[in-house]
């Protein structure tokens, strides 16, 4: 398998409240272990301006380790810790922090797309029964044999969803 660049490059999002001067992109975060001072940090060295509620769900997703989240899972736990945030806000601020390569999409079904806190080069197991998404801890998983890639365009990276179901 030929070497597989990891897609994390940091694209500085034109944010709807941006007007702000973005003070210290492309700095480290350094993570100091409390979660909101490291959710800030995150934001700000990908250029984010830590807002009200990306703090929040930045708190609400990083703060607990490595997680698999729909965009209804964290509205529910939004809501549930009294954050008041919409659905619509909750898929914006996903989707900014994906393109702040802070979160890796994981589409599993056409429907079902689940944002994982691990950046880092990883496969999954999906559980058909549940409709959880598991790591799988394997790093010499691999592809017997990569397709031919057209002419122009290079292999971004490789995602494997090995799909489980309960033996009957
Ligand atoms: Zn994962």
Redesign the pocket.
């Known amino acids: 398998m030929p070497d597989v660049e990891i897609e994390n490059s940091l694209k500085v999002l034109r944010d709807d409240d941006s007007d702000l001067p973005i003070g210290g992109h492309g700095r480290q975060a350094a993570l100091t272990g409390c979660p909101w001072h490291d959710v800030n940090e995150m934001l700000q060295s990908v250029g984010l301006r830590p807002t009200r509620q990306r703090m929040a769900l930045g708190w609400l997703l990083f703060g607990k380790g490595?997680r698999?989240l729909t965009a209804e899972m964290l509205y529910e736990e939004a809501t549930n810790a009294k954050v008041p945030v919409s659905l619509a806000t909750v898929y914006n601020t996903l989707n900014q922090l994906t393109d702040a390569g802070l979160l890796?999409q994981?589409s599993v079904d056409g429907t079902k797309t689940?944002f994982?806190?691990?950046v880092t080069a990883?496969?999954?197991f999906y559980l058909e029964n549940s409709h959880e998404?598991?790591?799988i801890h394997d790093p010499h998983l691999m592809l017997q044999k990569m397709p031919e890639v057209p002419e122009g365009y290079e292999v971004s990276r490789v995602d494997m969803v090995v799909r489980l179901r309960k033996k009957r």
Do not use: E, F, G
């Open positions: 490595a698999h890796r994981v689940y994982d806190t691990n990883h496969h999954h998404l598991v790591d």
